[in-house]
Every structure is written in C-alpha cells, then in structure tokens.
C-alpha cells in the first residue's frame, strides 16, 4: 500500500507555482493577486483563509483579505463581492466555468477535483479503461470529479453514487479507483472496497476530541486503519486531497493573472 | 414490452405548447421565432431543417431560414450567426446553458437529453435508485444526459461508458435504464440488455437501403428485434427519440421568448 502524500505534492506544485511568479516579476509581469471575503469568525473558515494566506505568500502571489462582522448587511457584502469579482474569477463555481469544464474547453477548475487529478498523474496512477467510483453528486466535488475522470485525459468508466443508490456497497466495491466525497465520517469501510483499489478521501469532517489542543480533529469519509490494508494506494486525512485543494486554487490564480483563458 | 411512441408524446407537447403560444398571442404578447442556418444542401440537414419550420408552424412559431451556399465564408456566416446570436440562444450547447445544467440552476437544455427525460416522465417509468448506463459521452447527448439522469429530480445511479470501457457487456447488462447514444447502428445486442430493462435508443445513423424511396434508412443503435422481447420499454428508430429532439427544441424556444431565465 502506498500513502499518497498531497502535503509533498503540493509542495512541489507551489515550489513550480513559485518559480513561475519569479520569471513573471523579472519580466516585469502583474503579481497574481487573491482576494478572500470572510464573514464573522467562524474558526474552520478562520483556519482555511489563514491558509490561503500563507500560501500566496509562500509562492510571491500578493493576497488580501476582506474582513466582516457577522451583522454585515447583505447589500454591503454583495457590493464588495461585485466590486471584487470585477475582477477575473478564479473559484471555478460559476456557470461558464462549469460549463466550459463539462464541454471540454480551458477552464478553471473546482480547486478539489483538479487536486485529485494532480495526484493521481503525479503517482503516475494508471487510469484509462479503469472502474472509478464516485460517491457524492455536489457541485463542487463529486460532479465536476465525475466529468473529469470520464473525459478522454482520464478515460475511466465512471458511476456517480449517492443517497438514493441501491447497494451502495457493491457498487463502492466494483471500484478501482474510489473516490469518496460524501462528508460522513469514517462512511467507507473494509468491505467496500476492491483488493487493491485506489482510493482518495475527500472528507473532511471536524468531530470533538481532548487529544487535540484545538479540541477536534479531522476524519475522513473512509475508515483508513481497515480499508488501508486493502488498497494499492489512499490518500490519508490530514494531509492527502486538503493540501491539493489550496494549491489548486494558486494554480488558478496564476492562471487567471497570466492568461486570458477565454478567448 | 411497451414500444414508447416518441411520436405520441411529441405530439401532445406540441399541442401544449400551441395552446401556450395562442395565449401568448391572446394577451399581445410576442411570438416565438426559431431562426435556423442551412449552408449547402446536405440531404440530412435539408430534411431536419425542414421538419423545424414545419414544426414551428404547427404550433404558432415564426420561423426564419437563412440559406448559404457551400462556397459561403467564414466571415458571412460568422457575421450572421452574431446577428442572430445578439437574440436569446436556445440551443443548450453554450457553455453557459451546459454549466446552470450540471449545477441544477434553470437553463437550455440540450434538445435530445430533455425529449428523453419527457419520455420518461410522460410514460411514468420509476427511475430513483435505478441503474442507469448511458453508452457515450458526447457534448450534446452523453454527458448531459448522464448528469441529468443523476440530478436528484430523476435519481439514478448512472455509469457513463464509452470506447475505452473495459467489460462493456457487463456494464450494460448491468444497467435498468440503458441509454445507447453511440452512433454505430444495431451495436447493442440483446445480451447486452437485462431482461426486463428500459431501453432508449439515441442513434440515428442513416444506411443505404433499397427499399425507400430516399435510398437509405435510418438504424439505432439497438438491434431492435432481438432486444425489444427483453424490454420492459424500448424506443423504435424512428418514432422514439427523434420527434422528441425536435419538439424540446421548441420548448426552448418557447422558454426563450416566454421568459427571461437567466435573472
């Protein structure tokens, strides 16, 4: 079983990230630039912009971050947000890039399934006529997941599964490569999963704990300690598909400040 | 085996949308135009292009056809497709129409998933938690098809297979609903099928035939006879899928004109 490791993946993404914003600096170029809204102080979005800060940081993107008061007004935080997305929007939830996505055309994308994919052609993991599994239909994950693993780059046969799916069990189970986004802690068991499977974990869900100093700790959708003797390769929690979503977002970043993608 | 009368269906939608139309002229409001592009004389378009007008007709729409010869350039027909596109798109390819598709907001919807969907509500067939296999994954059929079918309004567990599908036979023999939008005719054989499936057959692929007057006939993609004994339904070619195409083009025309969906 091999862990596939996104915090070092990411890193090696940023470092390339980094190099990148160096030669648009020497040429004289426009420093990408991120802009962050956070509403009142919530700690896990605290955390996560935190995060985001750093990160440009780290790879010489400039960032700022926008802060309100849980009693904003809604007129007042959609003018900053017009005012900022005047700007190119870089987030890949909108229409047109969903759209341009599913059709096949340059686009950004959600930050989460192209960190998946990042990590699945950086461990050189072999996907063309492969099972792939996805569990979970939203917006921003299992559905831009699922047309990416189907499109010609990957070529996997995909099946989309969700709450309304008949045994979910033998489905998950006929995967080779699984992909678990569903958001319930520890869901995917042992006898869910294909001896030798691929399997990626995009849960991230906070559940209490005293042996943490912030009092919770993350877990996964899949129960690692039994599917991990299973697999050929899975990505853990912390530290597997998390890192690759925040750098999937300089990624696009950088895009949307170096090139006009639609043209 | 229930044969569904694409034919039927399309027809009663027609009326619908007549009388929607008759209304709309009632209260001074505008008429629905469809405006279509012919360049050359291909014996397939002629014969669809025609079929819309007619269509169009039936049901109260103004229609329009703008006629260019093979030798048109690009310029000309660009400059004409800009005029008319500076009107509401109906056509549900637009990146924009597909990406409100996939994240369930109001859109255009590609004509031929959306005559699908209306056969299957309008026949009542059950389709939550149901296996769905949809063959091929076009721009126009496949893909939004796939999705819609996994959309919570028809609840399906959908696999998208294609070319480089491994164990194609099992896969569709898996499938409750099969949806064959490959384009090779009489492809799906009957023991690609489970007994008692719902079959819906996209293909329209014409071959020479000495026995019409056109000189060809159309073939799905279901090699009919064998497979409609081990159907609970199945769609003929022609009379299924095909009217079912043309009448949602007119339901998006009708949108179009009817209301602004994009607010």
């Given at each position: 079983?091999?862990?596939?490791?996104?915090?070092?993946?990411?890193?090696?993404?940023?470092?390339?990230?980094?190099?990148?914003?160096?030669?648009?600096?020497?040429?004289?170029?426009?420093?990408?630039?991120?802009?962050?809204?956070?509403?009142?102080?919530?700690?896990?979005?605290?955390?996560?912009?935190?995060?985001?800060?750093?990160?440009?940081?780290?790879?010489?993107?400039?960032?700022?971050?926008?802060?309100?008061?849980?009693?904003?007004?809604?007129?007042?935080?959609?003018?900053?947000?017009?005012?900022?997305?005047?700007?190119?929007?870089?987030?890949?939830?909108?229409?047109?890039?969903?759209?341009?996505?599913?059709?096949?055309?340059?686009?950004?994308?959600?930050?989460?399934?192209?960190?998946?994919?990042?990590?699945?052609?950086?461990?050189?993991?072999?996907?063309?006529?492969?099972?792939?599994?996805?569990?979970?239909?939203?917006?921003?994950?299992?559905?831009p997941m699922s047309v990416l693993m189907s499109?010609?780059?990957?070529?996997?046969?995909?099946?989309?599964?969700?709450?309304?799916?008949?045994?979910?069990?033998?489905?998950?189970?006929?995967?080779?490569?699984?992909?678990?986004?569903?958001?319930?802690?520890?869901?995917?068991?042992?006898?869910?999963?294909?001896?030798?499977?691929?399997?990626?974990?995009?849960?991230?869900?906070?559940?209490?704990?005293?042996?943490?100093?912030?009092?919770?700790?993350?877990?996964?959708?899949?129960?690692?300690?039994?599917?991990?003797?299973?697999?050929?390769?899975?990505?853990?929690?912390?530290?597997?598909?998390?890192?690759?979503?925040?750098?999937?977002?300089l990624k696009n970043t950088l895009l949307a400040?170096?090139?006009?993608?639609?043209?």
């Amino acid at each position: 079983m091999i862990l596939i490791d996104g915090k070092k993946i990411s890193a090696e993404i940023k470092s390339e990230i980094a190099e990148q914003v160096k030669g648009i600096k020497e040429r004289g170029g426009k420093t990408p630039h991120l802009s962050a809204v956070l509403v009142g102080h919530d700690g896990g979005s605290e955390t996560y912009v935190a995060f985001k800060i750093k990160d440009c940081q780290e790879v010489g993107f400039k960032s700022s971050l926008h802060r309100f008061e849980d009693d904003v007004t809604e007129a007042e935080l959609l003018s900053k947000v017009h005012e900022l997305n005047s700007d190119d929007d870089v987030d890949g939830f909108q229409p047109i890039n969903v759209g341009r996505m599913v059709i096949g055309l340059p686009s950004f994308i959600s930050a989460t399934p192209d960190g998946i994919i990042e990590l699945l052609n950086r461990y050189g993991i072999e996907t063309s006529g492969k099972n792939c599994v996805v569990v979970g239909r939203s917006n921003i994950v299992g559905r831009p997941m699922s047309v990416l693993m189907s499109q010609k780059a990957m070529n996997t046969t995909v099946t989309v599964a969700h709450s309304r799916t008949k045994n979910l069990k033998e489905v998950c189970a006929s995967a080779d490569i699984l992909i678990a986004a569903i958001g319930s802690p520890e869901f995917v068991k042992a006898d869910m999963v294909k001896e030798g499977a691929v399997v990626i974990d995009v849960g991230t869900t906070r559940v209490p704990s005293n042996e943490t100093k912030s009092g919770f700790r993350l877990k996964g959708d899949v129960k690692f300690d039994e599917v991990a003797e299973k697999c050929s390769y899975i990505t853990p929690v912390p530290g597997g598909v998390g890192p690759m979503t925040r750098v999937s977002l300089l990624k696009n970043t950088l895009l949307a400040a170096t090139k006009q993608i639609y043209s």
